[in-house]
């Protein structure tokens, strides 16, 4: 019983120290489920967390986009700036983001101008950042596009 014991308070000491830490983050994203539809909605503005302030260390994102088939979606970035290689903002068409084909662009340092359309009517935005140097992130309209000759 006092092995037991020792195990279970050995295990709550370990979970702590990682809170401690930060390798586990709960980070505001918003809602992480966007569908955009000529009918209701064709627009969309999404942040990083905190922003205009900057973002949180050890911070994991993702959205997925849904608009009208027979759509694309575009996403336009007034705003971009985050830690060089270590916070990145990664965008993929499907609905798949563990599926490594489906990357249309991996983004990390200062852009100016960034402007990404997919290819089809779903696809999903993912964020992380590392556990040191964080910044002010990005703010991005996504739009629902009528695909070209429409």
């Not at 983050?25 to 918003?30: R, Y």
């Not at 992130?137 to 070209?148: D, L």
Request: hydrophobic share 35%; glycine share 6%; charged share 20%.
């Amino acid at each position: 019983m006092q092995t037991r014991r020792r195990h279970h308070q050995e295990w709550r000491i370990f979970f702590l120290i990682i809170l401690a830490n930060g390798a586990l983050c709960d980070v505001p994203c918003g809602k992480s489920n966007i569908t955009l539809s000529i009918s209701t909605q064709t627009s969309e503005t999404l942040t990083s967390p905190y922003y205009p302030n900057n973002y949180p260390a050890n911070a994991r994102c993702i959205w997925y986009i849904t608009v009208d088939e027979g759509s694309t979606i575009a996403f336009r970035f007034s705003v971009f700036n985050t830690e060089r290689k270590w916070d990145t903002l990664t965008i993929g068409n499907s609905h798949e983001s563990s599926d490594g084909d489906s990357v249309i662009g991996l983004f990390s340092s200062s852009l100016t101008s960034l402007a990404v359309i997919s290819n089809n009517h779903t696809a999903w935005m993912e964020f992380t950042s590392d556990s040191s140097v964080t910044k002010i992130g990005f703010e991005v309209k996504i739009t629902q596009e009528s695909y070209e000759g429409e």
